[in-house]
T-cell receptor
Framework: KQEVTQIPAALSVPEGENLVLNCSFT??????LQWFRQDPGKGLTSLLL?????REQTSGRLNASLDKSSGRSTLYIAASQPGDSATYLC???????????FGKGITLSVRP | DARVTQTPRHKVTEMGQEVTMRCQPI?????VFWYRQTMMQGLELLAY????????DSGMPKDRFSAEMPDATLATLKIQPSEPRDSAVYFC??????????????FGPGTRLTVL
């Protein structure tokens, strides 16, 4: 059974800092990995999707990497801003039907 | 701007009442998921459909939950009878599933359910 872990559960950093959010998964036979952002009381917004054949994806200040063999992904946020404060969830697809297994998320607070 | 829509956004009901939540997936997306999110459990997959056919509903309490897709533009999740432990946010998500593993999943805004 696939398990996804995100540690730490919460993180607080000063504005402007570059930061890395970690995600690990137990079964390396994944099809893709997706990073989401969730603001309080809101739904999930897709940030980046990495297919199993890819090593990384970039969108603006965000860069996500994938190391399937070690069961790890990182989300790099450059020059963090208070508007980046949210919960970031990692999810992996291990089934042929797009089914995702989610981590519990990392709640990020960027202090002005 | 294509997006997944869900109704109602909020629902407060009393224990024992029937609750129906609705989801309109993004046009052209053939795979639809129902998730439940709580503080304790995080996001849990309840059921999902591909081309309107149920693929897996093992995450749902079968005695009280039911999920259907009467047509390609509507998915429903019903709880009957509802219980206080069903209080959670219920999300619908859709994806254009193709090949192995599928593509990017898009989530609706959720239905926040409170059962008193």
């Amino acid at each position: 059974k696939q398990e996804v872990t995100q540690i730490p559960a919460a993180l607080s950093v000063p504005e402007g800092e570059n930061l890395v959010l970690n995600c690990s998964f137990t079964d390396s036979a994944i099809y893709n990995l997706q990073w989401f952002r969730q603001d309080p009381g809101k739904g999930l917004t897709s940030l980046l999707l990495i297919q199993s054949s890819q090593r990384e994806q970039t969108s603006g200040r965000l860069n996500a990497s994938l190391d399937k063999s070690s069961g790890r992904s990182t989300l790099y946020i450059a020059a963090s801003q208070p508007g980046d404060s949210a919960t970031y969830l990692c999810a992996v697809s291990t089934g042929a039907n797009s089914k995702l297994t989610f981590g519990k998320g990392i709640t990020l607070s960027v202090r002005p | 701007d294509a997006r997944v829509t869900q109704t109602p956004r909020h629902k407060v009901t009393e224990m024992g009442q029937e609750v129906t939540m609705r989801c309109q997936p993004i046009l052209g997306h053939n795979t639809v998921f129902w998730y439940r999110q709580t503080m304790m459990q995080g996001l849990e997959l309840l059921a999902y459909f591909r081309n309107r056919a149920p693929l897996d509903d093992s995450g749902m309490p079968k005695d009280r939950f039911s999920a259907e897709m009467p047509d390609a533009t509507l998915a429903t999740l019903k709880i009957q009878p509802s219980e206080p432990r069903d209080s959670a946010v219920y999300f619908c998500a859709s994806v254009r599933g193709y090949g192995l593993g599928g593509g990017e999943q898009f989530f609706g805004p959720g239905t926040r359910l409170t059962v008193l």
